[in-house]
T-cell receptor
Framework: KNEVEQSPQNLTAQEGEFITINCSYS?????LHWLQQHPGGGIVSLFM???GKKKHGRLIATINIQEKHSSLHITASHPRDSAVYIC??????????FGTGTSLTVIP | EPEVTQTPSHQVTQMGQEVILRCVPI?????FYWYRQILGQKVEFLVS????????KSEIFDDQFSVERPDGSNFTLKIRSTKLEDSAMYFC???????????????FGAGTRLSVL
């Protein structure tokens, strides 16, 4: 069973497009994390959310606790945004569950 | 900028051998984590550590695994008797200068690739 589901699994976009990646979860959570994994394997934390919305540069993350859903948006996408984007949730017991990731390719 | 460092970057071992993966978390962080990612699969949580003890562990983290913070700077993951299926990338992370670590951004190391032959 998957506690965290992401969609789409793969996404190809033209440079400049607005991108949305979705995450749904089935467990009660204390926080939701969006992570970026580069082709070399390194992982970078983008956002930690427990409610509402956060913005950092061209990235925006939102969460709807009632609907158990979060979205990651990228405005004015660029080839350097190409990576795997992972949604992870921390449940109230401090266990973490990861989605399978969304592989994004931005074409110049 | 402070970072989490992991050594070695690649460890090759024979099945049945013990391995220790090392991590140096960010110095003022309070919460420490190990994750693994089998090639082509999703990241999986192994264990979280706070105040010198395990605070949470997953089903994967069985008696073959142990963690330790031996000297206040290193955070190690030991696998007692490695199996072929332990081959994976192992990531260490740290977070939290405040109590309530699960609500803090985590900083990840670059990972150690473990290959069990």
């Amino acid at each position: 069973k998957n506690e965290v589901e992401q969609s789409p699994q793969n996404l190809t976009a033209q440079e400049g497009e607005f991108i949305t990646i979705n995450c749904s979860y089935s467990v009660g959570i204390s926080a939701l994390h969006w992570l970026q994994q580069h082709p070399g394997g390194g992982i970078v934390s983008l956002f930690m959310l427990s409610s509402g919305k956060k913005k950092h540069g061209r990235l925006i993350a939102t969460i709807n606790i009632q609907e158990k859903h979060s979205s990651l948006h990228i405005t004015a996408s660029h080839p350097r945004d190409s990576a795997v984007y992972i949604c992870a949730v921390a449940n109230t017991g401090n266990q973490f569950y990861f989605g399978t990731g969304t592989s994004l390719t931005v074409i110049p | 900028e402070p970072e989490v460092t992991q050594t070695p970057s690649h460890q090759v071992t024979q099945m049945g051998q013990e391995v220790i993966l090392r991590c140096v978390p960010i110095s003022n962080h309070l919460y420490f984590y190990w994750y693994r990612q089998i090639l082509g699969q999703k990241v999986e949580f192994l264990v979280s550590f706070y105040n010198n003890e395990i605070s949470e562990k997953s089903e994967i983290f069985d008696d073959q695994f142990s963690v330790e913070r031996p000297d206040g700077s290193n955070f190690t993951l030991k696998i007692r008797s490695t199996k072929l299926e332990d081959s994976a990338m192992y990531f260490c992370a740290s977070s939290g200068t405040q109590k309530g670590g699960r609500r803090n951004i985590q900083y990840f190391g670059a990972g150690t690739r473990l290959s069990v032959l």
